[in-house]
């Protein structure tokens, strides 16, 4: 399918370097300025600003407009070109040329604007990325949103795209939650015990432990808490993954920190940024004040290893491995991101949350140190969310607290559990992920247009609808004359052929939720024509309904395809 922004783009590209070359204009380096849809319907379809070119071209903007529109090539899918003040040219797409899309629509089924932006490519997304202390919870949730949606639009882009979980099994985190469990295991084979209150203190604990106290009875008496911390690992992963199939989410890979140290990646990532100058012993760092350093030798600190990060733009140089010989967690943080660009990915994506910027801008410095370009690693940064349920005896909304370890938490199971995998996944995708989200429960579950997984998801079900009638009545929509099309109909495909743009945008900016946005404009777009545009109506002549029909069709086509971008169901009745 044609990016028709692009095809103008072009073209204006070729007007520019024409009139470049009979000295109409002056030699210039011409600028990347998009074409996109004007804010108002009666300004065409499309739009440049050549108001752009006037400090280069040394030009009024409507002079530069009209040199475009004289050097322009014909354009089989434009019908009239406009200039406008301050010098704007707006393009109209030809209705016939609209007509002919609602065919090429249905032809390109599930393909519809799949590009080639990415072909030969690959592309890595590690998103969710917890520690398996417990259940996924809400927060995790919108980055294991985020980051698949993502994922399907690099793959709508053309990438062949890999879909990774990292995760620490050897933790303090994690050597707690093993003794936890081994003390409930012992709470449930009859022993008394005291479990201290920094414990994790989750039901689903208790529930692990009695299935291995039914499955092994008291046989576990005697094992350490690393056998526990690994059963419950083992439970938590199987969780996990139950919990994200439930929402459409798989993973490809499942990478351990550990193997990290296993195989000396992050000894050999030390020992290169040491050789490198990059690396040294101190008990501070070495851009330090005086006030710093009195502060550490009056706390008698032993030296430890520092990257000298600030050689790279780092406010401040960071351990990376403490006195006591343990790695902070910044030095296996760049020894994975080392293998990532090892293994040759094209474009390498991480979600994370906000918590982590300082991280991820050390790793890139890190990165440098090591010889290599960070340049194929990009990081979508989410901030918080949290459910809101109202509390009728405050008369407000009331935040619901969040923590593994006390047990206080909601879980992507209890989400979907009061909404749906749908409403999760567009929710969790419709706001920019630079923004905080309260997930309001009462707000996502309504089931009307002031919902708009509702509202979209309805859009697919009233073609389905009309297929479903147009069967039982034996009427097809076989040879349709699309010239019956009106006004309504192609100003849906318009909007429909903006998909491509999307995309694009989405994929080069890392904006995920851009296709949320733009399926909730384009179901903005079709309701008001469902209700005007009728298919099987007496009114309605035959060749008529069976142009409409053939739309109905194409316009099931587009929502299906957006719908599933998102990772939500196409359902053909609600």
Request: include cysteine; charged fraction near 25%.
């Amino acid at each position: 399918m044609k990016q028709l922004n692009q095809a103008l783009e072009s073209a204006i590209n070729a007007a520019l370097l024409a009139a470049q070359a009979d000295g109409r204009l002056p030699t210039f380096e011409i600028p990347a300025i998009p074409v996109s849809p004007p804010k108002r319907a009666d300004q065409g379809d499309l739009s440049y600003p050549a108001m752009g070119l006037a400090r280069l071209a040394r030009k009024r903007p409507p002079d530069i407009a009209r040199l475009i529109v004289e050097n322009m090539i014909s354009l089989d899918f434009i019908d009239r070109i406009e200039i406008a003040p301050p010098g704007f040219i707006n393009f109209t797409i030809a209705d016939e040329y609209l007509r002919q899309q609602v065919d090429a629509i249905i032809g390109e089924g599930d393909d519809f604007f799949r590009l080639d932006i990415g072909a030969g490519k690959t592309a890595q997304v590690e998103f969710v990325s917890a520690n398996p202390s417990g259940p996924i919870t809400i927060g995790h949730t919108r980055g294991a949103v985020v980051g698949d949606a993502m994922a399907r639009l690099l793959e709508a882009a053309g990438y062949q795209v890999q879909r990774e979980y990292y995760y620490n099994n050897a933790g303090n985190q994690m050597a707690l939650l093993g003794k936890s469990l081994m003390l409930r295991y012992l709470q449930q084979i009859g022993e008394e015990v005291d479990y201290p209150p920094d414990y994790y203190q989750g039901e689903y604990l208790v529930s692990v432990a009695a299935q291995l106290a039914d499955a092994r009875g008291d046989s576990l008496r005697g094992k350490d808490w690393v056998y526990f911390r690994d059963a419950a690992e083992t439970q938590m992963f199987h969780w996990i993954n139950q919990s994200l199939a439930s929402i459409d989410i798989e993973h490809d890979q499942f990478f351990n920190e550990t193997s990290l140290f296993e195989c000396g990646r992050i000894w050999r990532a030390l020992d290169s940024m040491r050789e490198n100058g990059h690396v040294y012993e101190s008990t501070h760092w070495e851009g330090a004040d005086a006030a710093e350093i009195a502060d550490v030798e009056s706390k008698g600190y032993e030296p430890a290893t520092w990257f000298r990060s600030s050689t790279f733009g780092d406010e401040k140089d960071r351990v990376m491995v403490k006195s006591d010989g343990a790695p902070t967690y910044t030095l296996p943080d760049i020894a994975y991101h080392c293998g990532k660009l090892d293994r040759g990915f094209s474009i390498a994506v991480n979600v994370l949350g906000t918590d982590h910027f300082s991280q991820a801008q050390v790793v890139k410095y890190g990165l440098q140190a090591l010889g290599m370009d960070p340049e194929p690693i990009h990081v979508i940064f989410v901030q918080m969310v949290r459910a809101v349920r109202w509390n009728e005896a405050l008369g407000e909304h009331e935040a619901v607290k969040q923590s593994k370890r006390a047990g206080d938490f909601d879980t992507l199971d209890d989400l979907v559990e009061m909404t749906s995998a749908d409403a999760v996944r567009y929710h969790m995708l419709a706001r920019s992920p630079n923004s905080q989200l309260d997930f309001d429960v009462d707000q996502v579950v309504k089931q009307s247009n002031e919902n708009p997984v509702y509202y979209i998801q309805n859009a697919y079900v009233r073609c389905a609808g009309i297929f479903r009638e147009a069967e039982e009545r034996g009427f097809s929509d076989d040879n349709a004359d699309l010239s019956s099309l009106g006004a309504d109909e192609l100003r849906f495909i318009r909007k429909a052929l903006e998909l491509g743009n999307v995309i694009e945008q989405a994929v080069l900016n890392y904006e995920p939720h851009k296709i949320a946005f733009y399926a909730h404009e384009l179901a903005a777009v079709f309701h008001p024509i469902y209700d005007r545009a009728r298919v099987l109506h007496s009114e309605v002549p035959p060749d008529v309904a069976r142009a409409r029909l053939r739309f109905y069709r194409a316009a099931a086509v587009v929502f299906f395809r957006v719908l599933r971008l998102m990772g939500m169901s196409a359902p053909e009745r609600m």
